[in-house]
């Protein structure tokens, strides 16, 4: 499979196995069978978060726990990345108040803080079973924190071998930018991956707004071309509303999905998209996966799968390479 270099020791699977259903939606056993057919078809790296699997402090993360047995119990440590993110509110925190105070610091807890990296980092390093986390990311971000904050403890726990290296997950481009002068000033390593939405879906403004996330748009596509900071897109199927809309079962698709990603645009660029498949013979998975791997700024795939047949789709379709100048017609829509 097609790798993406973040460092000179820390490379991606152009499609990285997305873990938020791991340990809920899928058992152990239906988790360790998803791994293995990802890992035999040439896939290297799994992405996974503190609070996937659990959303409280006093459990631990499922997804966290089933990917750190699997990885112990196949011996495959050296040979697979291990992305985890950190520093999310957990639900005692969130019901303090809104996405957007939660952004604007108004929890009592907000948990985007020094201590938080900390806590979270060794909590995930003994749920994954591991003595480093290869890159490790911010889950959030929390402007009234100073990033000097924030990345003088991302250093120190560098330092201390903890992490290999570090990222953010949902922080605005001012907040980037912000960073990364931090770190050129002092001499760090600073940020080498942005987690973001990331679709050919032209999702609702405003319900992206309220769930305290990023997503690429005409707003931001400038500053990621310019910047070259490597991109892990995160919801490449819109939450199911490119798949179930393509496939004509607008019925299985969530209220969640069809809130936040139903628009004109994206229900015109599905439309061109089954014409090209009409055209090409190729599948619509192969053109929503290419509209990251090959989009406006080429981007890593974050998908899961819950059934193995799933997972052979997934290698499948990002291995497929589209000409370039449909995938640009499509972004012209």
């Known amino acids: ?49 503190r609070i996937y699997g659990a959303f409280n402090r006093e459990n631990r993360s499922l997804s966290e726990e089933t990917v750190g047995k699997w990885v112990e119990s196949r011996g495959v440590r050296n040979e697979v990345t291990l992305i985890t993110k950190g520093c999310h509110a957990f639900a005692e925190e969130m019901k303090n108040g809104t996405p957007e105070e939660i952004r604007a610091g108004v929890p009592k807890r907000t948990r985007v803080n020094a201590p938080c990296i900390a806590e979270d980092i060794e909590h995930s390093l003994r749920t994954l079973r591991t003595d480093r986390i290869d890159h490790w990311m911010l889950h959030r971000d929390n402007a009234s924190v100073p990033v000097s904050e924030l990345l003088d403890m991302l250093e120190h726990q560098l330092e201390k071998g903890n992490i290999l290296s570090y990222g953010a997950s949902n922080w605005t481009t001012a907040r980037l930018d912000e960073a990364a002068a931090y770190a050129k000033a002092h001499g760090y390593h600073g940020f080498l991956s942005s987690q973001i939405n990331y679709c050919l879906a032209k999702p609702n403004d405003a319900m992206i707004t309220m769930d305290a996330t990023e997503y690429l748009g005409s ?92 997972v052979d789709e997934l290698i499948k379709s990002a291995e497929a390479v589209i000409p370039q100048e449909e995938i640009d017609r499509l972004y012209q829509i």
């Open 1 to 49: 499979m097609k790798s993406v270099s973040l460092s000179d020791n820390i490379r991606l699977s152009a499609f990285t196995f997305g873990t938020t259903k791991i340990g809920t939606a899928n058992d152990e056993a239906s988790s360790f069978r998803l791994f293995d057919r990802y890992y035999a078809g040439g896939g290297r790296s799994i992405d996974t978060a």
């Open 219 to 310: 707003h931001n596509v400038a500053w990621y071309q310019k910047s070259k900071l490597p991109v892990l897109a995160w919801s490449v199927l819109a939450s199911g509303y490119l798949t179930t809309m393509a496939s004509g079962h607008p019925e299985k698709c969530s209220d969640f999905a069809r809130d936040t990603f139903k628009t004109e645009t994206t229900d015109r660029r599905i439309e061109a998209v089954l014409k090209l498949c009409r055209e090409s013979g190729r599948k619509p998975l192969d053109y929503f996966l290419a509209s990251v791997l090959q989009g406006p700024v080429p981007g890593i795939v974050l998908a899961t799968a819950t059934k193995e047949d799933h």
